[in-house]
Structures are given as C-alpha cells and as structure tokens.
C-alpha cells in the first residue's frame, strides 16, 4: 500500500489546516455580509454538459469517469472513445453554477448573487501554485447586464483579501468585445480572433515581436499582422486608442466607468489597471474580463468576467452572468510561505492528567479554561519534558496539570 496521495494532490499538515479554514472563513464572511448567498452543487457534471461548456483548454483537462456495469461493456464493444464515460469531475464551478441557475431561476431572486466555494479538479501537469485538486471560491451575479455588477465583485473580492491581510495586489481589466473590435479593424477575419487572442495574450511574455512571429506561424494575414505590430511598436497604449478603433464607443466608456468607479471606491488601497492583452482562457466569457495580479507570484491569483451567454446553452434564453474567483490555493501558498500567523486567534494550551486523575474532573477543568484558551486534553507522556517540547513545536503556548490546577505555565 502508497501511503503518498496522488500527484496532482496534497496532505494538509493540522496548521495549514487551520489556516485554510480562517482564510476561507473571512472570504466567506466577507461575502455573506455583501449580500451574497451560499450554494453547492455536486463535484459531478454529465459529460455532456462539461463538452459544449466552452471551457478552453480546460475540457483538455477534464477528469472523466467510465460508464458502470453493462453500459461500459456495451461501450468497449463498440470500441468508440467518447462512449466510455457519461460523467466527468468539474474543472471550475461556472458550469454547474449556470445549470443549478437554469434549474431553479423560478425560484431563485434576481439578481441572483451567490458564492460557491468548493474543491475542482483538473488533469495537469501539477507545479508549484497548480494541483489536479483545488478549492475555489467564486462569487456570481445573475440578472444584471449593467457594469456597476462588474464593479460589486472588483469591490467585494478585494475586500475579502484586504481582510485576511493580503494587500500589494491590482486588479487587471479588459473587454473581449474591445479587443475583437481592435483585430478585426487590423483585418483579421472573425473566426480566427480566438487564436489570434491566444497569441496576443501573450504580449507581456514575449513582446511585440513574438507576437508577430507567432501569428504568422500560424498564417494570418500579412497586411493585418503588420497592422498590429505598427500599432504595438508605439509601446503602451491607451483605452482612448484601442476605444477609437471599436464600432460600439459605449465598451470604452463603459470599461473607463468601471476604472474610475473601482479606484473611487479602492481609495488607495489596491490598484486597477487596463491590460489590452488580457483575454482569459475560457472561451464563455462575452465581455469585460479580470485578473487578480499580485507581484509576490508569478501569475496570477484570481480572475473571472461576463458570461452572458453560459445559461441559454441550457435554456434557449441567455441571462447576464458576470462571476470572480479567487485563487485560494495560491493566496493561502503566498500566506504559509510568508508565516502569516492569524489574527486575534485563542492561545493553544495542552491540560495533561494521569492515571490517578478523575477523568470527569479533568475535562470539567478544561471547560472551564477554554474561556481564555484553545484546550487539548492529553495524558502525559513518561518523559514530560520531551512531551513538552512536542507541544511547544507544535503552536502550543501553554501547558496546565490537572493535579494543579489552575496553575499554568505559559512557554
């Protein structure tokens, strides 16, 4: 028998536990009292479901599960691949947000702002900051098409890092509509702008230059691809710029809305930058588009955007959806690493009886003393002094006898 987990996935050690569950708690606080409501929805999805959910590269990464029983031996037998499973693990909670909305909408208020925090999977190669098992925590908000829906979650979910003490971040937008609007004005037909923003999210990586040499790699037009290079020569360049080369002028004004109305409401507490080159992964994103960029990790540390069009795949009728996710193995890595110790957190204490100690009497004592301390109650070791030095490794900061109570030594 292993007694490794499986790569992709972790063991957590009780601190780290502890820690991820104070983190979670104050995301989850934060967001309740913003008016949002808590769901769950299984880890499951039909396979269906996960195929059409324009998922990007992540429906290269889905954990399927095979058919049961006869139905998996009528499957082998007909020797077709994609009939092996009916059912996959969910590699983000936007999918199965969007099929509990489309199942319940009757019955749910509009707008609908709900939070999902909850374990995803995907089949990766696993790095430091990237598992095959994970936590999210997303905050939604169905039913409301204006952008001030995109500024309540810039807001909220800046809010539940600053109060959990994670504060040198900044807040990264786009519009996917903008960005189609500036490559189309270069030339580039419609129905190779994903491709062509898949290169061009790489702008920060590889520079002007590597973005025209790999869209000509990838045979795009001469005339556009020069285009496009003439425009990114120029160095930074401006919303005003990218805005003047769209049809529609309301998806500047907007996005510009939205920059100014964060920063009014951030007063200095954390930045929002426009990123042109920002597109996202998912290809069910439909508009303005986000990132959390922290400079303590290379990459970024949440993200999320508008996805109006997710819930009609299931209805026939598209509702405005905008979610933010918060990268919560990575913020919770970037806390462990610094040794973030939490807040206002009651002193562990070990209360240590033995043999002749009555055992009713020993754990009234440690009622008693957990109006001051977090109490474990152990019997104590033949070497109490090696006994000691266990504890005290393990963030104890105080041990009592029952046999002297209440005398307590503090380490």
Do not use: W
Not at 60 to 81: C, M
Not at 159 to 181: P, T
């Amino acid at each position: 028998m292993k007694t490794m987990p499986l790569k992709g996935t972790r063991d957590y050690m009780p601190n780290e536990v502890l820690l991820r569950d104070y983190v979670q708690g104050e995301i989850l606080k934060t967001y309740r009292t913003s008016g949002f409501e808590r769901i769950t929805t299984p880890m499951l999805e039909d396979m269906e479901n996960l195929d059409k959910s324009d998922g990007g590269d992540n429906l290269n990464l889905i954990f399927k599960v095979l058919k049961r029983g006869d139905k998996l031996q009528k499957a082998l037998e007909a020797g077709d691949e994609k009939q092996l499973s009916d059912m996959g693990l969910r590699y983000d909670l936007t999918l199965p947000l969007t099929r509990y909305y489309s199942a319940h909408k009757e019955q749910l208020p509009s707008p609908f702002k709900v939070i999902q925090t909850d374990r995803v999977f995907r089949a990766e190669r696993p790095q430091k900051g990237r598992m095959r098992e994970f936590v999210q925590c997303d905050i939604d908000v169905f039913g409301d098409s204006s952008p001030n829906a995109e500024i309540e979650l810039i807001d909220v979910t800046a809010r539940a890092l600053l109060n959990i003490g994670f504060d040198d971040f900044s807040i990264h937008i786009n519009d996917r509509r903008m960005l189609h609007g500036m490559l189309t004005s270069f030339g580039f037909a419609n129905d190779t702008l994903d491709t062509v923003c898949v290169t061009f999210d790489k702008l920060d990586k590889i520079g002007a230059d590597g973005v025209a040499a790999e869209l000509n790699e990838k045979q795009m037009p001469a005339e556009a691809v020069e285009k496009l290079t003439a425009f990114l020569s120029k160095g930074a360049f401006t919303l005003d710029e990218v805005a003047a080369l769209c049809t529609d002028k309301t998806l500047g004004d907007n996005l510009k809305y939205v920059i100014s109305t964060v920063e009014k409401v951030a007063n200095g507490t954390y930045g929002i930058k426009y990123t042109p080159s920002l597109v996202r992964g998912q290809g069910y994103y439909t508009g303005m588009v986000f990132e959390i960029v922290c400079d303590k990790f290379a990459g970024a540390v949440g993200g999320g955007g508008r996805y109006d069009n997710l819930v009609g795949k299931f209805t026939g009728q598209d509702v405005p959806a905008v979610g933010f996710s918060i990268g919560f193995e990575r913020i919770t890595g970037i806390l462990l690493d610094e040794g973030y110790i939490i807040p206002a957190q009651s002193k562990k204490l070990a209360l240590l009886y033995d043999a002749s100690d009555d055992f009713a009497d020993v754990m009234q004592k440690a009622e008693k003393l957990r109006s001051e301390y977090s109490v474990a109650v152990l019997a104590a070791g033949k070497k109490v002094g090696k006994q000691i030095e266990r504890l005290q490794s393990g963030g104890f900061e105080a041990v009592c006898f029952a046999s002297k109570f209440p005398e307590i030594k503090s380490f």
